[in-house]
């Protein structure tokens, strides 16, 4: 699962680079099938993989910061970096054990609703991979080439 973790981050440092090279108006410019803009939608892939590792933490869910204070790509990669600590310390501390533990909150409609710890980490990890799709279906109808997403040839297994 690390392995699938580190992935996801260096797919996510390339479209960071990525984006040094398009106009920054263009990450701003709000497309069709996803959350939003290039730029929001690597915000929002930040934002829920620290949201989540936070309820596994135990932690009270933070409040997600306003988008319109970090549209720009510098924010948006320091917002990033600034969480990746907490979120890789959890996820290189992660046992099997772990797997089964519960998360109990309380839904938006007031329902308590339960998930075990195992699904929702790797709910994490589906999460970024299929907005990091969107990005690349995004890219080529600009006419730009996307990142790779391959998971082979990225030094991840030796």
Known sequence: MLKLFEYNWQVRDDWFTWCETVPEEELLVKRIGGVGSILYTLFHIVEVEYSWICGLQGKPEPTE??????????????????????????????????????????????????????????????????????????????????????????????
């Open 65 to 158: 910061p306003p988008f319109e204070s970090y549209a720009n790509l510098s924010k948006v990669r320091d917002l990033s970096r600034r969480y990746h600590g907490e979120v890789e310390s959890f996820v290189t501390s992660w046992t099997d054990e772990m797997e089964d533990w519960k998360l109990t909150e309380t839904d938006s409609n007031g329902e308590t609703v339960s998930f075990k710890y195992g699904e929702i980490i790797r709910h994490v990890i589906a999460h970024e991979i299929h907005h990091i799709g969107q990005l690349s279906v995004w890219s080529r109808e600009m006419g730009w080439k996307p990142v790779t997403a391959n998971l082979i040839d990225r030094e991840l297994f030796e």
